[in-house]
Structure formats: C-alpha cells, structure tokens
C-alpha cells in the first residue's frame, strides 16, 4: 500500500472551548482541523487562494495545476517552493513558458471583460472546461467497495479527532484504499489525491472514493486525470451526472454497506460475477 502520511500536527491544533452535554457545562480541550490561506504563485504571479490544510502542499500545487489545466504534463513544472508567512501560506510554482502563457493570456481574458449581461454569460461558460473523456476501462466489484468502505476510517485520522475533513482515496480493484488525503476542503483534498498519483507511476489504481458529494467540478477534475470510476459517500448533483455521462465516467452515490446508487456507465460494475452493463443507468439502485 503506497501512502502517503502527514503528522497530524500539521493538520489539526488544539483549543479551549465549552461544552453543554446533558444539560451540564464543561470545559474541554478540543482538537480542530487547521485552515489557512494558499496562495498559487505561478512564475511570480498570484493565480489564486485557497483555503486548505497546511499540509501535502507540493501534491496539491501538481493536482489543482493538472486538475485546473494550467498545465497538461507534471513535467511542465520545473520547481515549487513552499513559503510559510504570518497570514498563511505561499507556494511558489515554476511553469514552463508555453504553460505560462497560456495560463497569462485566460487571465487577461477574465480582466478584460466589463460588467456587461453578455460578459456573465461568457462567465458562466467559463466554469464549464471542455469535455475530457476518459480512457479507462477497467471493471470494479462492488463487493470491494465495501472493504473500502469498512476500512476508510483507519485513513481519515483527522477527520477522526475533529469531524471537519473530506478525504479523497484511490481504491485497487480488491477495494484496498492505496492513498488518501484529507483536507477542509473536498476539492482540495482530491488535488492533492491527483497531484500524488500524476508522480506515482508505479502504483495501479483502479477507483475513486470521495467523502462528500460529487459536483461537476470533482467529476470534472477526475476526468482530467482520466478517473474512470467515482464513488462518492452522498449524492450527485444534475450537472455532475451530465458531465459523467458525456466524460464516460461511472458515477456512484450514496454509497453505504449494503446499498450504492449508480448514476451512469454502469458497465464497468459487477455483483456476484454478474455485470451491470446490461441495466438502465439512470439512478439505479443496487442493494
């Protein structure tokens, strides 16, 4: 099992609060999940900030730099730096030129747009990246996801001690949970996830498995990383079902011991030796 750990002193600190259980005070220690600002510094320029975990922030400037298509190939980075200040965190990013210019000219197109209807609708679009669809073909039993789904806990330590994080995990075909990542943020936990895979050339993974909802910003992320099949812990949203459907994604919600809702490509499924290719794909409930 390829892992990768980060010290829980780096995710989570400790704080006075007061607690009413019963109807009786008391005052506690708790442990929270740490949350601080990112700022992305791509070749001397501030992209973005986020809000995240100080912690894996190499695999999460290669996963949102990948997931964000802002560059095509982790080789196109040629360096990151991590820069620790007084009100957060800076990670500076070395690009490659054409990468870099790319990234400059969609900039220059957002600012340079007025406040106009028509440019809202440019906008809008702009939140919808071209369709990717994705290569893989590999089949997954749904008997395995219930070992990941038992075993997910013994991966989630900070969620564990606060109740505040998401994790995003790569599941084998045999539902052994090969790598997680947790952070306060769901799409940020999953950059991470696609920044540590994009470099593991060696592991072979077979699924994603994701804490929270699926939006079609994950869906559209798992795409880019060419994710083939998505299990997430609660429901799909209408955009993000329309997204896998046209990815060529298997998309599954609610997922629980005895009961996972398959939204679309079930083929790539199976219960018992028997496939589900043959099965309507539209919310399709297997118990």
């Known amino acids: 099992?390829?892992?990768?750990?980060?010290?829980?002193?780096?995710?989570?600190?400790?704080?006075?609060?007061?607690?009413?259980?019963?109807?009786?005070e008391q005052a506690l220690i708790e442990t929270v999940a740490k949350e601080v600002r990112v700022a992305l510094i791509y070749n001397g320029i501030s992209h973005v900030v986020m809000m995240a975990c100080p912690t894996a922030l190499k695999e999460f400037a290669i996963g949102f730099s990948l997931s964000e298509s802002i560059i095509e190939d982790v080789k196109e980075i040629r360096s990151i730096e991590i820069e620790t200040i007084a009100t957060g965190v800076l990670v500076h990013i070395e690009i490659s030129?054409?990468?870099?210019?790319q990234l400059k000219e969609h900039r220059r197109s957002l600012a340079g747009r007025t406040g106009c209807g028509l440019c809202g609708i440019e906008q809008i679009e702009q939140t919808v990246k071209p369709i990717v669809k994705v290569t893989g073909a590999e089949k997954f039993n749904l008997n395995s996801l219930k070992i990941a789904l038992s075993n997910l806990y013994k991966h989630q330590n900070a969620f564990n001690l606060t109740g505040a994080t998401h994790a995003a995990a790569m599941l084998s075909t045999e539902g052994d949970i090969m790598c997680c990542f947790e952070d306060v943020g769901r799409h940020v936990a999953l950059d991470k996830l696609i920044g540590h895979i994009s470099c593991d050339n060696q592991a072979r993974h077979s699924a994603l498995l994701l804490t929270s909802r699926a939006s079609f910003e994950m869906v559209q992320k798992a795409a880019i990383a060419n994710i083939s099949i998505i299990f997430a812990i609660s429901s799909a949203t209408s955009l993000a079902i329309d997204i896998a459907n046209r990815s060529n994604i298997t998309l599954v919600g609610f997922c629980r011991e005895n009961r996972v809702t398959i939204y679309t490509h079930p083929e790539r499924l199976y219960l018992c030796n028997e496939t589900l290719s043959n099965i309507d794909n539209n919310n399709l409930a297997v118990m």
């Open 1 to 24: 099992m390829t892992e990768l750990v980060c010290g829980l002193n780096n995710i989570t600190e400790q704080t006075a609060v007061t607690c009413f259980r019963n109807d009786r």
């Open 97 to 101: 030129q054409r990468s870099f210019m």
